[in-house]
């Protein structure tokens, strides 16, 4: 059976969703789901089915076939009314949306067809916690699934489908401690010595932006206006606009006259912009053959957040930089990355005796 073009395909089948993905080769793939928030029309193998695949066709019954006969007022309703929400569809990134689905079918496979009433139950709490302890092991992966849990409950609360969310503040069996982790000079030192100049670049844009790395990945030199960095934070959303220091202008204006005909700030080796597996994966062998111990590209976040405060800038002024809420930016600076630095110390002494010497 012959679909044919993607229109008349939508006209036979209706509700079918579509995406359009760039793979690592910079060729671009369209992936279609049974109904938006749906299931991949894919193949037994798992490889994803085009229109004009006969397979295509049974997929899609088959999909549909299943979704009538989930029984109505169970967790499989709540999870599909996730799915179509906003909170799903538009305010979380195509990454974290996969990590979700992860774990959206495991919840539909243990607690499909519990029904509504049930899940409200204070009782229910303790089946939940008992499902995540069989991932304890794992104590982030136990973690993240409790938050999907939580997250599918609160928006199904939040619009009138359940009363309770007895899954509201959990807890976390992972506690990461990051005192200490900051890239100091010898780190950043010893690693580009053992990393390309493309993942240099990388580097220096983290540490005089502060930003995440699929965020800096995403980052196109049309966001770059010769003296700010503007753009759009991934998970926040948040809007933030980056004077950009006398280091990185330097870098960013000569790459700019030699830069292959990519989009992106960033690329790789060959000149195309990096998936976020592809850096990752170059990252990480950078990081071994450097012989660095327990730093993660993240840590550079926090790592500027530091270096802003060593050289004075105020609470306000790294949030306005970072994207961060005054809080966080409070909290990371007391508990996580300053206690104890002695830079902060010697420069308040300083002021110190300064002022008594008047």
């Not at 049930?118 to 794992?138: C, I, S, V, Y």
């Not at 609160?154 to 069996?173: F, P, T």
Request: proline share 4%.
């Amino acid at each position: 059976m012959t679909l044919g073009s993607e229109e008349g395909m939508r006209k036979k089948l209706p509700g079918i969703a579509s995406a359009t993905k760039k793979l690592a080769g910079g060729t671009q793939r369209k992936y279609y789901y049974a109904w938006r928030g749906g299931p991949l029309l894919k193949a037994e193998d798992g490889a994803p089915l085009q229109p004009n695949d006969p397979r295509f066709f049974v997929a899609y019954t088959d999909a549909h076939r299943s979704r009538m006969k989930r029984p109505e007022g169970t967790m499989f309703n709540l999870i599909a009314s996730f799915r179509a929400s906003a909170e799903y569809t538009t305010e979380i990134s195509d990454r974290t949306r996969t990590s979700y689905n992860r774990f959206l079918k495991l919840i539909e496979d243990e607690f499909g067809d519990m029904p509504i009433d049930a899940l409200q139950n204070p009782k229910a709490r303790g089946e939940f916690k008992a499902w995540r302890d069989t991932m304890a092991h794992k104590t982030r992966t136990a973690d993240y699934a409790w938050t999907v849990l939580a997250r599918v409950l609160s928006v199904a609360k939040d619009r009138g489908k359940i009363a309770v969310n007895v899954c509201e503040r959990g807890g976390r069996l992972y506690e990461a401690d990051r005192a200490d982790r900051i890239w100091t000079a010898d780190s950043i030192k010893t690693f580009c010595a053992a990393a390309s100049v493309e993942l240099q670049a990388g580097l220096l844009l983290a540490l005089w932006t502060g930003q995440r790395q699929g965020d800096l990945l995403r980052l196109c030199w049309s966001d770059y206006d010769g003296t700010h960095i503007r753009l759009r934070q991934g998970k926040t959303g948040k809007r933030v606009t980056i004077p950009v220091g006398v280091p990185l202008k330097a870098a960013l204006d000569s790459a700019k006259g030699n830069r292959p005909p990519a989009t992106t700030i960033l690329v790789n080796s060959y000149g195309k912009p990096w998936t976020e597996d592809g850096f990752r994966a170059s990252w990480g062998k950078a990081f071994t053959r450097a012989g660095l111990e327990d730093l993660h590209f993240h840590d550079l976040r926090g790592t500027a957040v530091t270096r802003l405060a060593l050289a004075q800038c105020t609470v306000p002024q790294i949030a306005a930089i970072t994207g961060h809420s005054l809080k966080d930016v409070e909290a990371i600076l007391e508990a996580h990355y300053l206690g104890g630095t002695i830079e902060l110390a010697e420069a308040a002494i300083t002021k110190l005796n300064a002022a008594y010497a008047k």
